[in-house]
């Protein structure tokens, strides 16, 4: 009668790690689809290549842990569906396609924004936002034509069928409540007794107002912020700003650091690395219909399709043996085997001893305009006007260009290089140029720490202190 997920429970179980999943998912992902998790937590970005493998499998390893235990939740549903189906009667069983049928019906008025459907569960409400985001962004460009929406992922095919039939049975259990109390209300015409009411929207607790007028943002007190870690605190850190009419977008990285410690919430360095237009975001749906779309608008475009045969054309280079792309002006060897970045070095390049690494970051305001031939002109007047150091741009136009804060960074030789190539940055990109910083790595303890990890760390040391204090 209903469908079985692709997955058996034998494979299910035997793809499961021995591991832990808490050991193997990081706090901050804990509890999360894992399409979200492959949003949020990036590719690695480190120049050690090493670093970046073993951060590939973690990512990997935990990614996997979650889609296991997603596939196993639904598994779980679907037998405890069948259970109850066999359970119905032969009438009620010939009746349950009407009632999916009533069901489907209800999702479809959900999705089109006609109907609010409440008490979804986190999965459920992930994978109808899709849908509406599908849905909206179909009508714009066919207002007079039928949606019919397909799913990307299984598990979401697996969530949604299941959220049909958990509906099923509501809209059963909905028939047999009304079917009773109209029985309960021929006894009391009988005995003369007003009879009672009952409307089916409320059993199946569907509302026709929009959701923006009964969701209620509520700021969390002190005590409860500092519960929060990573993308769970700067959802609640855009929630604060909103209230207090604070643009987030406009504070450069450390200001933002800063109003994370201030309000007693650990934002972690993927926050502090993200582009400024992500910290407005006060869920998790809003920041990736927002993402999605930004993607959307580039994807395939002229300069995405550009910075492709730019992307090919320098790892191709980097296998070679000679590497030099212009007139000092070198692409780094292990830009052949790099999944995130694009290296290269300027004139005398960076000091490979020194245990700081002085750092400037830049990004533009609209990726479109960084273009390849942009960024080449760009390294040509940092070669020029001798810069010494390293420079590195994104690999991927659409999945990480278009998400990072630093879109372009320069490691300097010295402290000066990187002074020297933010202020070159300044006059070259003029009023393109978004965010701007100048930065520091250092090995603390025996580890390459980058300059976000630095300040993240930081954030959590200060709130921790100023918790001391108040004790």
């Not at 998912?25 to 949020?40: F, T």
């Amino acid at each position: 009668m209903l469908e079985q997920d692709q997955k058996s429970q034998q494979e299910l179980n035997e793809s499961f790690t021995s591991e832990p999943v808490e050991n193997i998912i990081p706090l901050q992902y804990q509890g999360m689809p894992s399409e979200i998790v492959e949003e949020l937590w990036g590719n690695p970005i480190y120049i050690d290549e090493e670093k970046n493998q073993s951060e590939i499998k973690r990512r990997n390893d935990a990614i996997e842990a979650i889609r296991n235990a997603e596939f196993g939740r639904e598994l779980q549903k679907q037998q405890l569906i069948n259970e109850r189906y066999a359970s119905l009667s032969d009438s009620q069983k010939i009746e349950f396609s009407g009632y999916q049928k009533d069901a489907s019906d209800l999702l479809s008025k959900h999705i089109k924004g006609e109907e609010y459907l409440e008490n979804l569960s986190p999965e459920e409400a992930f994978v109808l936002q899709k849908l509406k985001d599908s849905y909206e962004n179909f009508k714009k460009g066919h207002p007079n034509e039928s949606f019919n929406f397909q799913f990307e992922r299984d598990i979401d095919k697996s969530v949604y069928n299941n959220l049909v039939q958990r509906l099923s049975f509501k809209v059963l259990e909905n028939k047999q409540a009304i079917s009773d109390q109209q029985k309960a209300n021929d006894i009391r015409e009988k005995l003369g007794i007003p009879e009672q009411r009952m409307d089916q929207k409320e059993q199946i607790q569907s509302q026709t107002e929009n959701k923006s007028n009964i969701e209620i943002q509520e700021i969390l007190n002190i005590e409860e912020r500092k519960k929060l870690f990573g993308w769970e605190a700067s959802y609640e850190l855009a929630k604060i700003a909103k209230s207090q009419g604070i643009d987030l977008s406009s504070m450069s990285r450390e200001e933002y650091a800063q109003f994370a410690i201030d309000n007693s919430l650990a934002i972690d360095d993927s926050q502090l690395r993200m582009a400024s237009w992500q910290r407005m975001f006060t869920s998790i749906e809003e920041l990736l219909s927002e993402r999605r779309k930004r993607k959307s608008e580039i994807e395939d475009s002229d300069v995405d399709k550009s910075f492709t045969y730019f992307r090919k054309d320098i790892q191709n280079k980097a296998a070679e043996d000679d590497r030099f792309i212009g007139e000092g002006v070198k692409v780094r060897s292990g830009t052949k085997d790099s999944n995130s970045w694009l290296f290269f070095g300027i004139n005398d390049g960076i000091d490979d001893k020194t245990t700081e690494t002085y750092k400037s970051y830049v990004s533009v305001k609209d990726i479109k305009t960084l273009t390849p031939e942009r960024f080449k002109l760009f390294m040509a007047e940092l070669q020029k006007n001798k810069y010494n150091g390293d420079i590195k741009i994104f690999n991927d136009l659409v999945d990480q260009g278009t998400m990072l804060n630093d879109q372009i960074v320069m490691h300097g030789r010295t402290q000066y290089d990187a002074e020297l190539g933010l202020d070159l940055a300044r006059q070259f990109f003029g009023n393109d140029l978004d965010q701007r910083a100048l930065g520091k790595d250092e090995i603390i303890d025996g580890k390459n720490l980058s300059y976000s990890q630095i300040l993240a760390d930081k954030i959590k040391k200060e709130i921790n202190k100023k918790s001391n204090e108040i004790s």
